[in-house]
């Protein structure tokens, strides 16, 4: 461990130095700075302070001795003072000057790393700080600009070591900026060039792994690379080229989920941190951190292959670690422990031994005694899910009655005693255990309450940066909660919280960008100026850079690749100065729930023209029922019980559709087969276990209900609920029948139904149809233009534009988006998993993307129909946060979509259509003014009319209706 040996007084260093040059002087072996000491005279203390200072400093240097850093210091920190006395420093030489100032603030920084006091980070921060401020920004001396960029680099990792503990914004922000002028002002061939780029490169990842900032990894990763390239180039010494391998195998290791083959990232990972290692002496202050990186990857390997020979490597390497090693901070053993606790549980879940558990266990107590209380929510979260887990393998039929669970409890009241502490995150994840402990055991308020909590942690804003982070166990369990808290409050008997806690718990991105939307009227009476600022800053969000392809960067060298400050960067600042607002307001009486989830009594106005059946399913008992919202429902949902099982049902089905749908496509099983074996046993089975149930409620409750919308849950999201409304096998039995919609949440079918509506029309609405029957890359769509040729005999040549191939370009959708109310696309669609903005439909000339026609800001836009396959089909690594793009278009402001669960042929798509408008624009009712509001029931007759004409119900199951 390091000497943490006090400071001493700088004039008690000063005499012994002086002493020593007497002996040494004597024996004629008195190095020269001590000699400049002796024969300078007593009163210019400030030379003598000056040399001894960097005599010290150098002897440091050569040696690590803490005490002469401590000394150096020492010296240091008089001669500022003094310079102070004297009117400061900048009377002497200034290159002199900036050059202390620098040795100062990397002094300081060393004795940061190695003792760990923050208020040696605070000095070299606030040295570094004043001493850019001395220099001319745009210094033509080279002297000068040397010391510029040492102290802006360096200025970019302190700054991003007071990020780590603070989490502010702003400080990693100012962080970046830093690094990026320090690369500005390096020559490309310059020496220090990889060391700049290691380090923005560094803080780049800091903000990724803080706000899952993709475009920011991929910087990273890049200027990582390209210091590793340079360093080999200039054959730079052994230390700096094993430090830029480690930093590099560190981003991939980020980047490794997100790609198709994680193995072949992580091996290379495993490569670069080995050749790291070659180069590192054990004595080596880095040489744990690199032995503990590998122990990760090894680990890491494990749970992709299960091979338990690499988890036991990577045990061995954690436990093998020198323990008396200089680096090895309090904070460090405490990491490694986590480390060691987070491999045992998860060998213990591929392998099912005990004694994993009873060693995690062990360990944990081990750290919680010499810690006396949990300092750490992921640490408690460790813990607590080891003890859960002995409790349940203990094989007792009441296990939530043995001490395990005692003990898990009581560590989790523990833990929930200091609620300030920890990540967003880390606070959501450890309410989610302790919700879902108290669930198991029957304790349902206390469930209930860590549910709610566990809801208000739960990061809201990372759709706002265009994706969502779901690389990780914890956020698939998170990704569920919602529906959890749901069947907690119905265990509760409250199922108009329920309805309330599933609002807040799905489609948590979408939302967040819909209250930047929200009008804000009686905040702009009463606060004109907060409400100008609220409605600056989401502006600002969605005309800032929304993603990288947008603003694609032109072909740059990598010296100045990813250091301009890109758009995007831009957008995320105006989001987080949005969300400080927005709590500012919430200080202001009568607007403590200001833009924040609905309550039951609104929510209940959206099932003004029919009722609202919301499917929840759940593990938990209570958990899988229908929450049916109506007339004679408003004071409360009626609950309809479902199977308990129906969520292993609903996900048997999810899977046999989606692999049935695609060797469907593929033409692997005929039509006739894919009905018998696929399709027919789904419709069964959601017809027998979901939908007999409801209609037989519904028949009671409202009996005259026309139409009826479907909420679902979970797997069922992805299943065609639509189809089975009328009947087992998709029948259709006349226009007597409820007419099914679905709507992601409740929240957006409200809006929708209670959206501004036009002045009645005289005429028909304004059509925009957009087809592309060829675009590069993809398969050819010959019946996109058929399509529109039918659609153009129906609706009138005054109220209909078209845009085909060569003519159908991103530009000239977009400059027509905003005269147009309705929207049909015939085209090929993408998803992007993960990143919903990106995802977009296939142009002539490259992608129309959600985040482009976001940017159009549609006040005006009603009705879209897309006539592409696997429009509604959403991610099955997240099935509630309704991540498609027919989803997309009704939240940003489409009152209603006709979209597809899966793959459709053209034929059907297009007399489909041909049905769809002739209704809407040619129907029954002389005078009658076309209207959105008639497109469910549009869909639902044209399904009919095709039905009766011979087309088989399976290629129009895909086709559903949201919104109005």
Same mark, same amino acid.
């Given at each position: 461990?390091?000497?943490?040996?006090?400071?001493?007084?700088? $004039?008690?260093?000063?005499?012994?130095?002086?002493?020593? *040059?007497?002996?040494?002087?004597?024996?004629?072996?008195?190095?020269?700075?001590?000699?400049?000491?002796?024969?300078?005279?007593?009163?210019?203390?400030?030379?003598?302070?000056?040399?001894?200072?960097?005599?010290?400093?150098?002897?440091?240097?050569?040696?690590?001795?803490?005490?002469?850093?401590?000394?150096?210091?020492?010296?240091?920190?008089?001669?500022?003072?003094?310079?102070?006395?004297?009117?400061?420093?900048?009377?002497?030489?200034?290159?002199?000057?900036?050059?202390?100032?620098?040795?100062? *603030?990397?002094?300081?920084?060393?004795?940061?790393?190695?003792?760990?006091?923050?208020?040696?980070?605070?000095?070299?921060?606030?040295?570094?700080?004043?001493?850019?401020?001395?220099?001319?920004?745009?210094?033509?001396?080279?002297?000068?600009?040397?010391?510029?960029?040492?102290?802006?680099?360096?200025?970019?990792?302190?700054?991003?070591?007071?990020?780590?503990? +603070?989490?502010?914004?702003?400080?990693?922000?100012?962080?970046?900026?830093?690094?990026?002028?320090?690369?500005?002002?390096?020559?490309?061939?310059?020496?220090?060039?990889?060391?700049?780029?290691?380090?923005?490169?560094?803080?780049?990842?800091?903000?990724?792994?803080?706000?899952?900032?993709?475009?920011?990894?991929?910087?990273?990763?890049?200027?990582?690379?390209?210091?590793?390239?340079?360093?080999?180039?200039?054959?730079?010494?052994?230390?700096?080229?094993?430090?830029?391998?480690?930093?590099? *195998?560190?981003?991939?290791?980020?980047?490794?989920?997100?790609?198709?083959?994680?193995?072949?990232?992580?091996?290379?990972?495993?490569?670069?941190?080995?050749?790291?290692?070659?180069?590192?002496?054990?004595?080596?202050?880095?040489?744990?951190?690199?032995?503990?990186?590998?122990?990760?990857?090894?680990?890491?390997?494990?749970?992709?292959?299960?091979?338990?020979?690499?988890?036991?490597?990577?045990?061995?390497?954690?436990?093998?670690?020198?323990? $008396?090693?200089?680096?090895?901070?309090?904070?460090?053993?405490?990491?490694?422990?986590?480390?060691?606790?987070?491999?045992?549980?998860?060998?213990?879940?591929?392998?099912?031994?005990?004694?994993?558990?009873?060693?995690?266990?062990?360990?944990?107590?081990?750290?919680?005694?010499?810690?006396?209380?949990?300092?750490?929510?992921?640490?408690?979260?460790?813990? #607590?899910?080891?003890?859960?887990?002995?409790?349940?393998?203990?094989?007792?039929?009441?296990?939530?009655?043995?001490?395990?669970?005692?003990?898990?409890?009581?560590?989790?009241? +523990?833990?929930?005693?200091?609620?300030?502490?920890?990540?967003?995150?880390?606070?959501?994840?450890?309410?989610?255990?302790?919700?879902?402990?108290?669930?198991?055991?029957?304790?349902?308020?206390?469930?209930?309450?860590?549910?709610?909590?566990?809801?208000?942690?739960?990061?809201?804003?990372?759709?706002?940066? @265009?994706?969502?982070?779901?690389?990780?166990?914890?956020?698939?369990?998170?990704?569920?909660?919602?529906?959890?808290?749901?069947?907690?409050?119905?265990?509760?008997? @409250?199922?108009?919280?329920?309805?309330?806690?599933?609002?807040?718990?799905?489609?948590?991105?979408?939302?967040?960008?819909?209250?930047?939307?929200?009008?804000?009227?009686?905040?702009?009476?009463?606060?004109?100026?907060?409400?100008?600022?609220?409605?600056?800053?989401?502006?600002?969000?969605?005309?800032?850079?929304?993603?990288?392809?947008?603003?694609?960067?032109?072909?740059?060298?990598?010296? !100045?690749?990813?250091?301009?400050?890109?758009?995007?960067?831009?957008?995320?600042?105006?989001?987080?100065?949005?969300?400080?607002?927005?709590?500012?307001?919430?200080?202001?009486?009568?607007?403590?729930?200001?833009?924040?989830?609905?309550?039951?009594?609104?929510?209940?106005?959206?099932?003004?023209?029919?009722?609202?059946? #919301?499917?929840?399913?759940?593990?938990?008992?209570?958990?899988?029922?229908?929450?049916?919202?109506?007339?004679?429902?408003? $004071?409360?949902?009626?609950?309809?019980?479902?199977?308990?099982?129906?969520?292993?049902?609903?996900?048997?089905?999810?899977?046999?559709?989606?692999?049935?749908?695609?060797?469907?496509?593929?033409?692997?099983?005929?039509?006739? !087969?894919?009905?018998?074996?696929?399709?027919?046993?789904?419709?069964?089975?959601?017809?027998?276990?979901?939908?007999?149930?409801?209609?037989?409620?519904?028949?009671?409750?409202?009996?005259?209900?026309?139409?009826?919308?479907?909420?679902?849950?979970?797997?069922?999201?992805?299943?065609?609920?639509?189809?089975?409304?009328?009947?087992?096998?998709?029948?259709?039995?006349?226009?007597?029948?409820?007419?099914?919609?679905?709507?992601?949440?409740?929240?957006?079918?409200?809006?929708?139904?209670?959206?501004?509506?036009?002045?009645?029309?005289?005429?028909?609405?304004?059509?925009?149809?957009?087809?592309? +029957?060829?675009?590069?890359?993809?398969?050819?769509?010959?019946?996109?233009?058929?399509?529109?040729?039918?659609?153009?005999?129906?609706?009138?040549?005054?109220?209909?534009?078209?845009?085909?191939?060569?003519?159908?370009?991103?530009?000239?959708?977009?400059?027509?988006?905003?005269?147009?109310?309705?929207?049909?696309?015939?085209?090929?669609?993408?998803?992007?998993?993960?990143?919903?903005?990106?995802?977009?439909?296939?142009?002539?000339?490259?992608?129309?993307?959600?985040?482009?026609?976001?940017?159009?800001?549609?006040?005006?836009?009603?009705?879209?129909?897309?006539?592409?396959?696997?429009?509604?089909?959403?991610?099955?690594?997240?099935?509630?946060?309704?991540?498609?793009?027919?989803?997309?278009?009704?939240?940003?402001?489409?009152?209603?979509?006709?979209?597809?669960?899966?793959?459709?042929?053209?034929?059907?798509?297009?007399?489909?259509?041909?049905?769809?408008?002739?209704?809407?624009?040619?129907?029954?009712?002389?005078?009658?003014?076309?209207?959105?509001?008639?497109?469910?029931?549009?869909?639902?007759?044209?399904?009919?009319?095709?039905?009766?004409?011979?087309?088989?119900?399976?290629?129009?199951?895909?086709?559903?209706?949201?919104?109005?």
């Amino acid at each position: 461990m390091a000497n943490r040996s006090e400071e001493p007084v700088a $004039d008690t260093v000063l005499q012994k130095y002086i002493s020593i *040059a007497q002996e040494l002087e004597d024996a004629s072996a008195c190095p020269a700075p001590l000699q400049v000491i002796l024969r300078h005279p007593a009163e210019d203390s400030r030379s003598r302070y000056f040399v001894l200072f960097y005599y010290i400093y150098s002897s440091y240097n050569q040696s690590n001795s803490i005490s002469l850093l401590q000394e150096a210091i020492a010296i240091g920190r008089h001669l500022i003072q003094l310079g102070a006395q004297s009117g400061g420093l900048d009377d002497t030489n200034r290159i002199m000057v900036f050059q202390f100032m620098s040795s100062m *603030a990397q002094a300081f920084q060393i004795r940061f790393y190695l003792l760990h006091d923050q208020a040696d980070l605070e000095r070299t921060i606030k040295l570094r700080r004043r001493l850019i401020s001395m220099v001319p920004e745009d210094t033509s001396e080279q002297k000068l600009n040397d010391v510029l960029r040492a102290n802006e680099t360096s200025l970019c990792i302190g700054l991003n070591n007071q990020f780590k503990r +603070e989490n502010e914004y702003q400080v990693i922000s100012e962080a970046i900026s830093f690094g990026r002028s320090a690369i500005r002002r390096t020559d490309k061939n310059h020496v220090d060039m990889p060391l700049c780029m290691s380090n923005l490169a560094t803080v780049l990842l800091s903000r990724f792994r803080a706000y899952a900032t993709d475009e920011d990894l991929e910087s990273c990763i890049d200027l990582f690379r390209t210091a590793v390239q340079l360093a080999e180039r200039n054959q730079q010494s052994p230390f700096w080229l094993s430090y830029f391998q480690h930093n590099l *195998a560190s981003a991939l290791h980020d980047e490794m989920w997100r790609k198709p083959e994680p193995e072949d990232t992580l091996n290379l990972c495993m490569d670069l941190v080995e050749k790291s290692l070659s180069s590192t002496p054990q004595n080596a202050p880095l040489y744990p951190l690199r032995i503990y990186s590998l122990s990760i990857y090894y680990f890491e390997r494990f749970r992709i292959t299960g091979q338990f020979s690499d988890v036991d490597r990577a045990m061995t390497l954690l436990e093998h670690l020198p323990l $008396d090693h200089t680096v090895l901070t309090a904070d460090f053993r405490f990491e490694l422990t986590q480390s060691r606790m987070n491999m045992l549980i998860h060998r213990y879940m591929f392998g099912k031994n005990v004694a994993d558990l009873d060693k995690t266990i062990s360990i944990g107590r081990q750290a919680l005694d010499e810690q006396h209380k949990i300092n750490d929510p992921s640490f408690g979260i460790l813990l #607590i899910c080891s003890y859960i887990f002995r409790a349940v393998a203990s094989g007792v039929d009441k296990w939530w009655e043995t001490g395990d669970a005692d003990e898990a409890q009581r560590l989790t009241l +523990e833990l929930a005693g200091d609620s300030s502490r920890g990540h967003s995150r880390l606070q959501s994840m450890f309410k989610c255990e302790v919700a879902r402990l108290n669930h198991l055991r029957g304790s349902f308020d206390v469930a209930l309450r860590a549910y709610q909590d566990a809801l208000k942690f739960l990061p809201q804003g990372l759709l706002v940066m @265009n994706q969502y982070r779901t690389d990780d166990i914890e956020g698939a369990r998170e990704a569920n909660v919602g529906v959890d808290a749901a069947a907690c409050a119905l265990a509760c008997g @409250n199922p108009g919280l329920a309805v309330e806690l599933l609002e807040q718990g799905r489609s948590i991105g979408w939302t967040r960008s819909l209250q930047m939307r929200s009008d804000v009227e009686q905040l702009r009476a009463e606060y004109p100026e907060s409400a100008r600022r609220l409605a600056h800053f989401a502006r600002q969000c969605e005309i800032s850079g929304t993603s990288p392809s947008q603003n694609p960067q032109p072909a740059q060298t990598t010296t !100045n690749h990813h250091i301009d400050t890109p758009q995007w960067e831009d957008r995320f600042s105006y989001f987080k100065q949005w969300e400080s607002l927005v709590a500012e307001i919430r200080e202001l009486d009568g607007y403590e729930s200001f833009l924040s989830p609905p309550k039951y009594e609104e929510l209940r106005s959206a099932a003004t023209c029919g009722p609202v059946v #919301i499917v929840n399913v759940s593990t938990y008992r209570h958990g899988s029922a229908a929450l049916i919202i109506g007339h004679s429902t408003l $004071d409360r949902p009626q609950i309809v019980p479902l199977p308990r099982d129906l969520e292993t049902k609903a996900k048997i089905w999810f899977q046999v559709l989606s692999e049935g749908t695609n060797k469907l496509a593929s033409g692997q099983i005929s039509e006739r !087969n894919f009905n018998q074996s696929v399709l027919n046993p789904i419709l069964a089975g959601l017809w027998r276990e979901i939908v007999v149930p409801i209609r037989q409620t519904l028949r009671i409750l409202d009996p005259y209900a026309r139409r009826i919308w479907w909420c679902p849950t979970g797997p069922l999201t992805f299943l065609p609920l639509h189809v089975v409304t009328n009947g087992p096998s998709g029948g259709i039995e006349g226009m007597s029948t409820l007419i099914p919609s679905y709507t992601t949440t409740v929240s957006s079918l409200l809006r929708a139904s209670t959206s501004r509506l036009p002045p009645q029309r005289s005429q028909p609405p304004k059509v925009l149809a957009i087809a592309c +029957e060829v675009a590069e890359g993809h398969s050819d769509l010959p019946g996109a233009l058929r399509e529109i040729e039918s659609i153009k005999r129906i609706i009138p040549s005054d109220s209909l534009d078209i845009l085909t191939d060569t003519d159908a370009t991103k530009d000239r959708v977009m400059s027509s988006l905003s005269d147009h109310s309705w929207l049909h696309l015939a085209c090929h669609g993408h998803q992007e998993n993960g990143k919903p903005f990106d995802s977009h439909f296939v142009l002539h000339d490259g992608p129309l993307r959600i985040s482009d026609i976001i940017s159009q800001n549609l006040k005006n836009s009603e009705f879209a129909f897309l006539s592409a396959c696997h429009t509604a089909s959403g991610w099955p690594a997240m099935f509630d946060e309704s991540m498609h793009l027919a989803a997309a278009l009704q939240f940003i402001g489409f009152r209603a979509v006709i979209a597809t669960q899966w793959a459709v042929d053209d034929n059907t798509a297009a007399r489909l259509a041909q049905e769809v408008y002739s209704y809407l624009f040619l129907g029954p009712g002389e005078g009658r003014s076309v209207s959105v509001e008639d497109t469910a029931e549009a869909l639902h007759y044209a399904v009919a009319t095709l039905r009766r004409q011979g087309v088989p119900f399976s290629r129009l199951a895909p086709f559903i209706h949201i919104g109005v």
